[in-house]
């Protein structure tokens, strides 16, 4: 098949390209063609590097802990007011010791693993009581 003048054109220019490069690169000392491949870290194309931020400061926690005998003691006071008022929520409960209902739950679910209460219902609706 005959090549189209602009298939012609577009070898003859990438034949005078190619010429060029060769011949300046045949020219370039071995300082410039060092230079070249190293390249210049400044002038790279690309993302720019971060700036170096402080670290962050460590997470403060809002509540204290609480000593063994103190939780000891805070079950069963969660269990002396499931005895007075059986078929309780966690968020009631929480409510009632004035405390976040998550950390409320983690008290429940360790009564439960002590086997201390029973509980019925499922997920959000459980509610507990005195076995």
Known sequence: ???????????NAAA???????????????????????GDKRKKPGR?????????????????RISSADKAALLDTIVAHLKKNPDSGCKVIA???KMPSRKMGLYLKELRAK?????????????YSVK
């Open 1 to 11: 098949m005959p090549k189209t003048t602009l298939e012609k054109s577009i070898e």
């Open 16 to 38: 005078n390209f190619a010429l060029t490069i060769v011949g300046a690169v045949k020219g370039a000392t071995l300082a410039e063609l060092i230079a070249l491949q190293a």
């Open 48 to 64: 720019k590097p971060k700036a170096k931020t402080a670290k962050a400061a460590p997470v403060k926690r809002k509540g204290k």
């Open 95 to 97: 409510k009632k010791f």
């Open 115 to 127: 086997k201390r209460v029973k509980t019925a219902g499922n997920k959000v609706a459980m509610t």
